[in-house]
Each structure stands twice: as C-alpha cells, then as structure tokens.
C-alpha cells in the first residue's frame, strides 16, 4: 500500500531568521518563517518557538508465559499542580541524547537502567512525532520480550536524579486501566494498544525463540 505523502516539502518552507530563545534542561529555539499556502502564494511572515530538547525511545517489556507487563513508576515535574499525583506509571522510555546513538541502543540501554533486564527478543512498533505544533522531538516504541518472573525493584542513576520503582502486572488489568484514562502518557498508550492486538503473535515468537534455546542447549 502506496502511503500518500504531504503536497508540500522542506523546500516550501524559507527561514528568514533563528536564534536560541531559552537554553536550560530544556532549549528553546525562536524561529521566524513563511511558507507555501494551499489556495497558492506564500503565507506572512510568522515568528514560532521550539522546544529542541531531543527524541526519545521507549519499550513495552512483555512476558508472554506470565502474561504480565512491566512498567515503571517515577516522579515527572511537568505533572506536578495537576492535582493528581506527580508520579508517573509508564513504560520504559529514554532520550536519545548521544551523538549518532541509534533508538534500539537507547532502548537496550534503559531496560537495564530502569528495570535491570536484558531483552530475549526486541521489535520495532512504530514512531510518531511528541507535538509537532511546538517540538521536535519524535518519539520511537518497540516491544520487548523478557522472562519476568524475578523482575521488579527500585532502580535509576543517582546522578541524573532518578528513583523509578520497576512493577510487573498483568497485561489485563494494566490494559483496562489505560483505556479508562489511568495510564499516563502517548506511548504507553500506543505500546499497550499495540501489544493488545499483537499479544498472539507474541506468544508464538516467544516460544519459538525459547525452542531454539532449548534445542541449541542438548
């Protein structure tokens, strides 16, 4: 299937100035433009701000003989005054935040950083763009495939101030939670979404890769 691509490109679009607005954990970029228009011509000229603070990679982490998910609880600011809880139940996630680093690397990387697990099996689901009406930042899902059974504990960096809290629950019950509203953030969404009408397909990839285990052990 032929996916239609937008009428318009890079090249329809001519940046007249950019400058650094803000610089902290985050960066602000101010950037003034015109663009194409649909009816023809090019629009005003028009100011707009960035945040620029990177893409990131996150991963659903499954295991398909307990049928349980494992997700990850932490403290997250921007939450904070909502008047719910700031503490954030999500799935492992990670900026992309070294130079040339790829998103499965990122992954890999934070599994064992937030959840002290190393994936048997690791897939891509699919990428989107966080908010692309003020930033850059794409998002990037995949699956993971882990044994789960010992999963489980506090983990995180001190010296990037973190103290995330690993949980293992059923794919069921953390499922029915997020489609009422109780889960916390886009990506979670997705990956539980996507795990939901993959689960079969899943299971039979688990157990085929555990079969080549056995068999390359005799």
């Given at each position: 299937m032929k996916i239609e691509q937008p009428k318009f490109g890079a090249e329809d679009v001519e940046v007249l100035k950019e400058s650094l607005a803000y610089q902290g954990f985050h960066r602000i970029k101010q950037i003034r433009l015109k663009h194409r228009l649909?009816?023809?011509?090019?629009?005003?000229?028009m100011e707009r701000e960035v945040s620029d603070r990177g893409s990131a990679a996150s991963v659903v982490v499954y295991d398909p003989t307990l049928e349980a998910v494992c997700l990850v609880e932490q403290f997250r600011i921007a939450t904070h005054g909502s008047g719910k809880s700031p503490?954030?139940?999500?799935?492992?996630?990670?900026?992309i935040d070294k130079e040339?680093?790829?998103?499965?690397?990122?992954?890999?990387?934070?599994?064992a950083e937030e959840a002290g697990l190393i994936p048997d099996y690791l897939e891509r689901i699919t990428s989107y763009w966080v908010s692309p009406g003020g930033s850059s930042a794409r998002m990037h899902i995949y699956i993971a495939l882990c044994d789960l059974s010992e999963a489980g504990g506090i983990y995180g960096l001190?010296?990037?101030?973190?103290?995330?809290?690993?949980l293992v629950s059923?794919?069921?019950?953390v499922y029915?939670?997020?489609i009422v509203g109780?889960?916390?953030n886009a990506a979670t969404l997705i990956g539980l979404q996507w795990l939901t009408l993959n689960q079969e397909r899943m299971y039979h990839v688990w157990h085929a890769?555990?079969?080549k285990q056995e068999n390359s052990d005799l």
């Open positions: 649909y009816k023809g011509g090019w629009s005003e000229e503490w954030s139940r999500e799935i492992v996630a990670g900026m040339g680093e790829l998103p499965e690397e990122v992954v890999r990387r934070e599994l001190e010296d990037e101030h973190e103290d995330i809290l690993a059923p794919l069921k019950t029915q939670s997020a109780e889960s916390s890769l555990k079969g």
